[in-house]
């Protein structure tokens, strides 16, 4: 019986040794700094006069009463709601396109793939040229059809369309190395055991094809949704979140209200707000998504 | 072998000048078993890719039931298929799998239930239905494959070497199944197979087959008993049949090679013999022990003894065979008279 004990003990130990190298990082670069911001995000902004004192969940309070944060909000949620079914698509219909057997496959794909070796400093400025009013790309397009100069980055009405543009080239290019990736592991039988009973391309694509490749769509998902979070590197090229916030993203606001208004608190209430969201998409795709995939 | 319910005139597959399959003709009846038999690479599958479809022919005719398929996709040729690898939907549950080909061609689904339930009794596959392929084993795997080449009711079924990812044990019993099932259906089965125990075994018409050529067409018998070359000689058979120089045989001068079965040697006393060997190998199988022998102008020499054999290495046998049981052929392997 002691021996018993002293083995399990003994594998205890192991287990936690195991365990340690994961558990200090994440710790030290995760879980604390979760729990600090959380921490700091019920105190006041400290003053030289008013020293940070704890204020309970007044900093939500003010974020919710705050119309910006509502605006920049609705913006991220547009944001989201366009870039991630977009560039799924299209990168799932650039994927079975450079798949199949077509002239210049290669050229094809590198093509696709070029957006996504650009740093995003990069392609804002790429795209700052495309945008520019007057001898931008698209006005001289749109002049030798007669269109009218537009101000694509200048007007609240199109700031925001052109950001998520700007996103959707970027990252389709990406997901579609991963799509094509996944196809590849499909194996070519499967597709000669469907030509044998007649299916059509499009069965074929949405019965086996598109259930085999989910496992790859929910990363992409997933990649998709932390990327409509964490992609702004181009709106401090393009837009500066303006014109009147309307292309301002939340990761931006958070960035501003920290480092250019050095509202901390606020910043870190945001920063919570975010995480929680976050946390709520990882449980339902763990959950109930993951139910649903067939993983091979 | 008048009605001719596959037809297959003189096609041709070349890939990039590389040899494919050449000058193949083959036709056979209605409910017939044909087994496309060769080692790897010699065009076996690759003809039967033409026949279903999946490869378009660089030459020649193929008929199905009289109809001219040369020009149509697989769907059109009224023929089911099952592969090598099974090609089973991984997502897909038993069920769903076998009945993919119906709900492609929309069949009722009272109908569908019917056809489903019937195929699964067939292969013993009741009380699987809702299992994904992951969760079934080799064998059940495989019978989910006939399942759905059953359930499409052709008369035509296409086998791609069915066998080839089971176990020895579980290959003879699919074996016997496959015969019954093709029996009992009345369907004609074209069977890819590089295992001569299979083809021989399970056919009424084997095609031996090599580097991309017809060798020789014929039932089990014919190929065994009446080869058509020294490569058919070769194949068939277990241990192969022996090749031995005419020059060493006295009387038998004229031919280039004469060929005899292990089963027709017999060991002859001393002096007696019409061919003194030396003893290279014995090969203990049971009920009887195969000894291998060597002489410099033949190779494959086999002969069976019963029981236990426990010869030296290097023992002189003297061996002896009739006269009617030679097979003959000439300079280029083939057979003569």
Redesign the interface.
């Known amino acids: 019986m002691l021996r018993l004990k002293k083995m399990s003990q003994r594998q205890s130990i192991y287990g936690w040794l195991l365990l340690s190298p994961a558990m200090i990082l994440l710790t030290t670069f995760a879980f604390y700094p979760s729990m600090a911001t959380f921490w700091s995000s019920l105190f006041s902004r400290g003053t030289r006069r008013k020293p940070s004192k704890f204020i309970g969940t007044d900093n939500y309070t003010d974020l919710f009463a705050d119309p910006t944060f509502w605006k920049v909000l609705t913006n991220n949620l547009i944001y989201a709601g366009a870039t991630i079914p977009i560039s799924i698509v299209i990168a799932l219909s650039m994927a079975l396109w450079a798949n199949s057997k077509i002239p210049a496959r290669s050229f094809i794909r590198t093509a696709y793939f070029t957006p996504t070796v650009l740093p995003m400093i990069a392609a804002a400025n790429l795209w700052l040229f495309f945008y520019t009013p007057g001898f931008g790309v698209l006005d001289q397009i749109g002049s030798l059809f007669g269109l009218p100069s537009v101000n694509w980055l200048g007007q609240p009405e199109t700031a925001l369309f052109s950001i998520i543009v700007v996103t959707i080239w970027k990252e389709a290019g990406f997901f579609m190395i991963f799509y094509l990736a996944a196809l590849q592991t499909i ?1 070519e ?2 597709k ?9 391309r499009w ?1 074929y694509t949405r ?2 094809v598109l ?2 490749l ?1 496992p790859t769509t929910l990363f992409i998902l997933v990649n998709a949704l932390i990327n409509s979070v964490k992609l702004i590197d181009h709106l401090f090229i393009l837009t500066k979140g303006g014109p009147n916030d309307a292309s301002k993203l939340l990761l931006y606001y958070i960035w501003e209200m920290a480092f250019a208004f050095f509202d901390a608190p606020h910043a870190a209430a945001t920063t919570i707000l975010v995480l929680a969201a976050l946390g709520i998409i990882a449980g339902i795709k763990f959950t109930i998504l993951d139910k649903r995939t ?1 993983y ?1 | 072998m008048s009605e001719k319910f596959v037809d297959i005139n003189n096609i041709a597959k070349r890939w990039n000048g590389q040899l494919g399959v050449e000058d193949i003709s083959l036709s056979f009846p209605k409910g017939s078993f044909v087994a496309l038999l060769g080692p790897s690479g010699c065009g076996k599958s690759t003809t039967l890719r033409l026949l279903s479809g999946l490869e378009q022919a660089d030459q020649g005719i193929i008929k199905i039931n009289g109809v001219d398929v040369t020009d149509k996709p697989p769907s059109e040729r009224n023929l089911s298929m099952v592969f090598q690898s099974y090609a089973l939907f991984p997502h897909l549950t038993v069920k769903e799998n076998v009945i993919f080909g119906l709900k492609v061609r929309k069949t009722p689904i009272k109908e569908r239930q019917e056809k489903l339930l019937r195929a699964l009794e067939i292969t013993g596959l009741v009380g699987f239905e809702n299992r994904k392929p992951a969760e079934l084993s080799g064998g059940q795997r495989q019978r989910v494959a006939l399942a759905r080449a059953i359930v499409a009711n052709q008369p035509l079924c296409l086998m791609d070497e069915p066998l080839s990812n089971l176990d020895a044990k579980l290959r003879n019993s699919v074996r016997k199944d496959i015969k019954k099932l093709q029996v009992n259906l009345g369907i004609t089965v074209v069977y890819v197979t590089h295992d001569q125990t299979e083809a021989m075994s399970m056919a009424d018409i084997v095609v031996l087959m090599k580097d991309g050529r017809i060798q020789q067409t014929g039932s089990p018998e014919e190929l065994y008993y009446k080869p058509n070359n020294i490569f058919v000689a070769e194949f068939i058979g277990s241990p192969p049949m022996a090749i031995i120089e005419g020059k060493a045989l006295k009387g038998f001068e004229k031919y280039s090679s004469v060929g005899i079965r292990s089963e027709n040697l017999t060991v002859a006393k001393k002096g007696k013999g019409r061919l003194i060997c030396e003893v290279s190998e014995c090969e203990f199988l049971g009920s009887e022990t195969f000894i291998g022998l060597s002489h410099p102008s033949a190779k494959g020499l086999t002969i069976s003894m019963p029981g236990v054999q426990n010869i030296d290495q290097g023992k002189k046998l003297e061996i002896s065979f009739a006269n009617e049981d030679l097979h003959f052929f000439d300079v280029n392997g083939d057979r003569t008279s």
């Open positions: 194996p039988d499967l000669e055991a469907a030509d044998i009973e007649g299916t059509s069965y019965r086996i259930p085999l989910m067939h091979q």
